[in-house]
């Protein structure tokens, strides 16, 4: 069965933030004439998405056509209505280069916030071993033929790696930017279940989300990274510049567990000089580019196959310069404490120990994902108060006749009545919270009446996709009906949403106050 892609106003055009990342590796399986749909757990949510799609360590041009992006419901099954085509350069298909990445256009496609999405891609031609990520700790797909469009696919093959897909970004109105975390194999989430989505990184997502925070959270780890070396991955070093500082909306990178596999996996094992001035490096990088850099301490290992006194004593030195008030941190997780067993602090608390001694099992990563003082972040994302001037008559909108009457641009001047908080919800939505009566703007009657401030709660008459970039034309679009609001009647009568594409009448400067 194949579900039709719906058509829909235009996307928005302005920041990105990474929602979901992962890092690419050289040397994955090779496909022709197949279809990958590969799901990912998005922290953000937004109103708008944009893929991208890697062949940084292809060996040949990549050949992609027909991608789609869809709602996930179960399996290989997406939410009917939800799919989107996704084009590149208005195309349906491209090229990417040998060494490249290709950014798709802006889809406009509501963006749900800690929830599964499905990026469907064919590949019309041989691709050669691909870019990929090999521990993927989910399941993806493939199908033969092109099948991105289906509803579902007939009995696929199974994958835990991605494959060419390392992005999707959003647009989000309150974003407070991404955070990168950057690290080995428990950053990874080994030893967490396949599907479960309880590597930490997820499980600080879900923290942040809580809070109030609207942060993405960007896993970069590589199972087996190495910070000075390369071998399973590029080396923290050498992969900083394009898996942290080349990342949309980063403002922040938590450095983790990428030493610990230098101590084991190198012969001889660094120094715990060595290790410090890698990591000072990588601070100053981050520094450079204004992203804070926050430490973490290497976790215990003892009873792992590759430790050693000399990797313990090392290790140990690590997490006391990491300790240090002169460590050129912005900030520290301490995983060691959160993890170690108080009464043999070079091994794991039984109760986080996946039974390797090496990994931490999801309550162990739960522990460092705690570990996470959220107030490095900044306070939550505020409610700005905004007003909306329409472009219909360049009048203000307002709550007339101090709410009881629908929403009408015919101010010359902002006040109370003009005046609305803009409110962030979950899936990337916004609601508007009128100050005239402190009530919310609904597109009544399933978005068939004006809209008014006359409800108390937010339901889906009440969230609206603010498209356009924040600052300059904005548009906003009710889920009520999926239409687009207008200031009908060239702003003479109420706004309502009715419209299907954006003029005009569908425009308006927001303004913040």
Same mark, same amino acid.
């Given at each position: 069965?194949? #579900?039709?892609?719906?058509?829909?106003?235009? #996307?928005a055009t302005g920041s990105w933030t990474g929602s979901w990342a992962v890092s690419p590796q050289s040397g994955g399986a090779s496909f022709n004439q197949q279809t990958l749909r590969q799901i990912v757990r998005t922290s953000i949510g937004g109103t708008s998405a944009r893929l991208q799609i890697s062949n940084v360590f292809g060996g040949q041009p990549l050949a992609i056509a027909d991608v789609h992006i869809a709602v996930r419901s179960s399996g290989s099954s997406i939410v009917s209505g939800t799919d989107r085509v996704v084009t590149f350069a208005g195309q349906s298909s491209t090229s990417v280069p040998s060494g490249a990445v290709a950014v798709s256009d802006p889809i406009a496609f509501s963006v749900p916030a800690l929830s599964d999405v499905a990026v469907s891609v064919y590949l019309p031609a041989g691709t050669g071993p691909s870019t990929y990520h090999q521990q993927g700790t989910a399941t993806n797909y493939i199908a033969a033929g092109d099948v991105s469009g289906s509803a579902g696919l007939s009995n696929p093959q199974t994958t835990g790696s991605y494959y060419f897909l390392t992005n999707l970004d959003v647009q989000?109105?309150?974003?407070?930017? #991404?955070?990168v975390t950057l690290g080995a194999s428990i950053t990874d989430g080994v030893a967490s279940s396949a599907d479960s989505n309880r590597r930490w990184p997820n499980d600080l997502a879900v923290r942040l989300a809580q809070t109030g925070h609207q942060i993405g959270v960007l896993n970069q780890g590589i199972s087996g990274n190495r910070l000075l070396v390369d071998g399973a991955g590029q080396s923290a070093l050498n992969r900083f510049a394009r898996d942290v500082l080349g990342?949309?909306?980063?403002?922040?990178?938590?450095?983790?567990?990428?030493?610990?596999n230098d101590l084991g996996s190198t012969s001889p094992p660094p120094s715990s000089d060595q290790l410090i001035a890698g990591a000072q490096q990588l601070a100053s990088l981050a520094h450079q580019h204004g992203v804070k850099f926050l430490c973490s301490t290497l976790t215990p290992y003892q009873g792992a196959a590759y430790w050693t006194q000399q990797g313990e004593t090392a290790r140990e030195a690590f997490n006391a310069w990491v300790r240090s008030s002169g460590n050129g941190c912005d900030g520290v997780i301490d995983q060691d404490a959160a993890t170690h067993d108080p009464a043999n602090p070079s091994m794991y608390l039984p109760a986080y120990d996946s039974g390797d001694h090496l990994h931490p099992n999801e309550a162990g990563l739960q522990a460092?994902?705690? #570990?996470?003082?959220?107030?490095?972040?900044?306070?939550?994302a505020a409610t700005p108060v905004v007003s909306f001037r329409a472009h219909a008559n360049g009048m203000i909108v307002t709550a007339d006749n101090a709410g009881a009457a629908p929403l009408i641009a015919n101010r010359t001047a902002v006040g109370p009545w003009e005046s609305f908080d803009l409110i962030s919800n979950p899936d990337g939505s916004v609601s508007l919270r009128a100050h005239a009566n402190g009530d919310i703007v609904t597109a009544d009657n399933a978005g068939a009446s004006p809209l008014i401030a006359n409800r108390t709660a937010i339901g889906p008459w009440e969230e609206f996709d603010l498209l356009g970039d924040v600052g300059g034309g904005v548009s906003l679009r009710a889920h009520a009906d999926g239409d687009i609001v207008t200031a009908e009647n060239a702003g003479a009568s109420a706004l309502i949403a009715n419209r299907t594409a954006i003029g005009g009448w569908e425009t308006f400067d927001l303004i913040q106050d």
């Open positions: 069965m194949t #579900a039709s892609a719906a058509s829909s106003a235009p #996307a989000n109105a309150t974003s407070q930017g #991404a955070v990342q949309p909306g980063v403002q922040w990178v938590i450095f983790s567990d990428d030493p610990i460092i994902a705690n #570990a996470v003082n959220l107030a490095l972040f900044g306070a939550p």
